[in-house]
């Protein structure tokens, strides 16, 4: 079983960075996908950046040229470093990972941290 923990959430004010860090333990193979979402009150869940095992990047379009996804494929970490934060990257930031072994394909959430960005 996979779990995830993320770190690194807090406040800051607009203009600000802050990195969030995810730890994954437990085996997640050789071919997976490790993704940060979020979610602020009263909107859906939203892709916020992922990062294939092999180093290909995936950006919302909201965050593209602020925020960078990187990982440590030994350590099974990956990071979300965000700069240049607005009011409106505050939510709850959900650390992901998807896994394919053989044909079967899984999936494990963190529990969030709270990123919160004032004007």
């Known amino acids: 079983q996979v779990q995830l923990v993320e770190s690194g959430g807090g406040s800051v004010q607009a203009g600000g960075s802050l990195r969030l860090s995810c730890a994954a333990s437990g085996s997640i193979g050789s071919f997976n996908v490790m993704g940060w979402y979020r979610q602020a009150p009263g909107k859906q869940r939203e892709l916020v950046a992922a990062?294939?095992?092999?180093?290909?990047?995936n950006y919302a379009d909201s965050v593209k040229g602020r925020f960078t996804i990187s990982r440590d494929n030994a350590k099974n970490m990956a990071y979300l470093q965000m700069n240049s934060l607005k009011p409106e990257d505050t939510a709850v930031y959900y650390c992901n990972v998807e896994w394919l072994i053989l044909t079967t394909r899984y999936n494990s959430w963190g529990q969030g941290t709270q990123v919160t960005v004032s004007s």
């Open positions: 990062i294939t095992s092999g180093g290909n990047t």
